[in-house]
């Protein structure tokens, strides 16, 4: 079935990118593909696997940008690296709204085709993140297998799909073993709150307020300034939960913080403080998770 929902997919992007370009699906939901990744994961587990649209990480914001898909899903922070790469690219761009969060707790699966032996593997796909989440156990368990790197982990399992041996191994959902012609070895690995990723779906609308929500903010100052700049949170009492420094690309005494605050922006101190600090851009306000 998830084979078939797969060939479904790829008809959805050649909808998308091929003869009309202005053309788009009501309802898709875009995701770091091919099939298989842990983005593709999140999505089934939140939206099931209808509508679902794999997509090159270019291809995914493109889309979004030119409204060729309803949503988006991109995964933004991990307890193992912290911020992502693709947060940058959600921050970077001109307009955006953070519709929901999905918080992750990660248990990854060796695949392999069938009847490759632990002892027969010599090579390992895997997206560079999950390299370093599946460290300790690789460390440990493979320590002289050979590392390569995946753009996700759909695309790690794809590789030893195509693999012309059976010595090659990747790392990922074990979804993975659904859609392609693939066993899971070995499930769990390095499963626990030290390994969670959380998602960002990116929308047009923001939700209602739920009563127990969260609000991003990117906050662009410069070092001399910055102190005063989350006194004035404090002050005015809103209460911030996390903050992730990032490059301004402009100088080396000025960056941009993602700010992630307590409450909907819409409502109560955090809406009065925005009226009063207009220069904070607001990414999102969704129910918290």
Known sequence: MLKFRAINAIACVLVLFGNSPGLAIADSIGYLGPAGSWTHQACLDLFGARDLVPLSRDELFKAYVDGKIERACVPATTSAVGATPYLDAVIDLPDVRIVAEYPKMLGYSLLTKPGTKRGDIVAVHAHPVAFEEVRPWLD?????????????????????????????????????????????????????????????????????????????????????????????????????????????????????????????????????????????????????R
């Open 140 to 288: 440990r368990e493979m320590p002289r297998v050979r590392r390569i790197d995946a753009a996700s982990a759909g695309a790690a399992a794809q590789a030893v799909a195509r693999s012309a041996t059976p010595d090659a191994a990747s790392f990922g959902p074990k979804v993975g073993a659904d859609i392609y012609p693939l066993v899971s070895l070995v499930d769990g690995i390095e499963e626990g709150p030290h390994n969670v990723t959380r998602w960002w779906v990116l929308g047009r609308q923001m939700p209602a307020p739920t009563g127990d929500d969260k609000t991003s903010l990117l906050v662009a100052v410069s070092d001399a300034t910055l102190s005063s700049t989350l006194a004035e949170f404090g002050a005015a009492g809103v209460r911030i939960l996390t903050i992730y420094e990032r490059p301004s690309k402009k100088t080396l005494d000025t960056h941009r913080y993602l700010v992630e605050v307590e409450g909907p922006a819409k409502q109560g101190a955090l809406a009065a403080f925005l009226e009063e600090h207009r220069e904070l851009r607001v990414l999102g306000s969704y129910p918290r």
